[in-house]
């Protein structure tokens, strides 16, 4: 059964701290997204890669956010320095093309993060 | 800028009732519209889709509806069982950039009482 993972699945932090969030997308699957949740803003995009280069950041604040992939097998974000408002709970998707049309995106379970 | 807007946030049937979230979409440009459900502390899962070539696609007992030229689509569940209570989101998916940009609904949150 494959499925996208993500670890850890609950994070507790303080401001100011370094906070790394890993996936393991689904194998086979060539494009990761990063998307964060909160009740206020609901699902919000962060960045994707496709074939591991980054395509779109743009909804990702630079000065303390990134996104990288090392390797076909593992994505990772990170936050630093964290801040309170950074709390929510972050998921990673994974796809593929289907049929040139679009993508189908299969989530993680999510990582909560808590920061005080 | 694009927008998807879901309604209503919040929906009550009794079990056995049919359920209908309705989305309508901004960007004429989206060709693929998701309907994900999320139950809690999950995350979300694709249930059914459809392409802006279809207009109707059905699965048991959900069913998607597509009106391009309205640019509305809607989620049917019919017969509904308590173990549909969730959040369903929609969310409508374009090209960019060499790849592809999904913007989410806010999201519904369906209570099936027993």
């Known amino acids: 059964d494959a499925r996208v993972t993500q670890t850890p699945r609950h994070k507790v932090t303080e401001m100011g701290q370094e906070v790394t969030m890993r996936c393991q997308p689904i194998?086979?699957?060539?494009?990761v997204f990063w998307y964060r949740q909160t009740m206020m803003q609901g699902l919000e995009l962060l960045a994707y890669?496709?074939?591991?280069?980054?395509?779109?950041d743009s909804g990702m604040p630079k000065d303390r956010f990134s996104a990288e992939m090392p390797d076909a097998t593992l994505a990772t974000l990170k936050i630093q320095p964290s801040e309170p408002r950074d709390s929510a709970v972050y998921f990673c998707a994974s796809g593929s093309p289907s049929g040139g049309l679009s993508y189908e995106q299969y989530f993680g379970p999510g990582t909560r993060l808590t920061v005080t | 800028g694009e927008n998807v807007e879901q309604h209503p946030s919040t929906l009550s049937v009794q079990e056995g009732d049919s359920a209908v979230i309705k989305c309508t979409y901004s960007d004429s440009a989206s060709n693929y519209f998701p309907w994900y459900k999320q139950e809690l502390g999950k995350g979300p899962q694709l249930i059914i889709d459809i392409r802006s070539n279809v207009g109707e696609k059905k699965d048991q007992r959900i069913a998607v509806t597509l009106n391009k030229t309205a640019k509305h689509f809607s989620l049917h569940i019919t017969e509904t069982q308590p173990e549909d209570s969730a959040v369903y989101f929609c969310?409508?998916?374009?090209?960019?950039?060499?790849?592809?940009?999904?913007?989410f609904g806010a999201g519904t949150r369906l209570f099936v009482k027993a």
């Open positions: 194998l086979g699957h060539n494009t």
């Open positions: 890669f496709r074939n591991r280069a980054p395509l779109d």
């Open positions: 969310a409508a998916s374009r090209p960019n950039t060499g790849g592809f940009k999904t913007i």
